[in-house]
């Protein structure tokens, strides 16, 4: 059986030094770039911003999908949308009073608007305005940093989403975050999303260049779900 497997890499985990190689290579090979944006005090990090996707944007004409965890959401959907970012996601715990205000924003500018779901978010959470997403993402490791332990209970989130998508004709997507490698391959598969984020452990650091680090993360996949990727 051959399927096609949405694959958006999470820029945050590339190697930089490579930059130019490695995006002009995922430009014919992936489906979307993912884009961490973080501002320090949602999580303890920092990283991407919309000057990098605008760099990005010189060498790939994929869509951009921008992972927002920050304090302020409203300040940064603004500079996406100034921009042009194709999706902006948002983050449930800081859109509280302000969601459906971002959500429109986002759409009259002609963008896609999603939510991210951290583990210990509840899909109820957003319920009152999940009917105007174009996306859902499911963290299944705790948000901010790479390499973090893989939360399998989250893929349960998966399921759900699709059981009240497919019951109530919502119209987004699905999208997992987190530990998307050879050892949760099957299990993610298993649980049905529509877009796989994937980052260090499952692509970048497999080998020393992209192409033939691509070619081992399709053969992994290959073998933990027994599906041809296409």
């Known amino acids: 059986m051959q399927e096609h497997i949405n694959i958006s890499p999470s820029l945050m985990t590339m190697d930089l030094d490579q930059f130019k190689e490695q995006i002009t290579f995922l430009n014919e090979h992936a489906d979307s770039f993912h884009i961490d944006i ?3 005090h949602f999580v303890p990090n920092l990283s991407l911003s919309p000057w990098f996707i605008e760099q990005t944007r010189k060498l790939s004409d ?35 009073g302000i969601a459906y205000r971002l959500i429109d ?6 963008l896609q608007a999603g939510v991210v779901l951290n583990p210990e978010t509840p899909i109820r959470q957003i319920l009152p305005y999940i009917d105007l997403l174009d996306k859902v993402t499911v963290m ?21 989403l699709r059981e009240l998508r497919e019951k109530n004709g919502y119209h987004y997507t699905i999208e997992m975050d987190g530990s998307t490698n050879k050892e949760h391959w099957k299990a993610i598969h298993d649980a ?24 081992q993360m399709t053969e992994e996949f290959e073998e933990a779900t027994g599906v041809v990727f296409a």
């Open 62 to 96: 994929l869509p951009m999908s921008a992972h927002l965890m920050v304090e302020d959401p409203a300040f940064w959907t603004q500079q996406l949308i100034d921009i042009r970012c194709e999706i902006i996601c948002l983050p449930a715990e800081r859109i509280n």
């Open 192 to 215: 049905g999303p529509d877009v796989y984020i994937i980052g260090r452990s499952g692509l970048f650091s497999l080998t020393d260049d992209i192409e033939s680090s691509w070619q």
């Open 105 to 110: 924003q986002i759409h009259e500018a002609g």
């Open 38 to 40: 973080m501002d320090g």
């Open 140 to 160: 299944t490791v705790d948000p901010g940093f790479a390499g973090q332990r893989f939360l399998s209970g989250m893929l349960d989130k998966i399921r759900e």
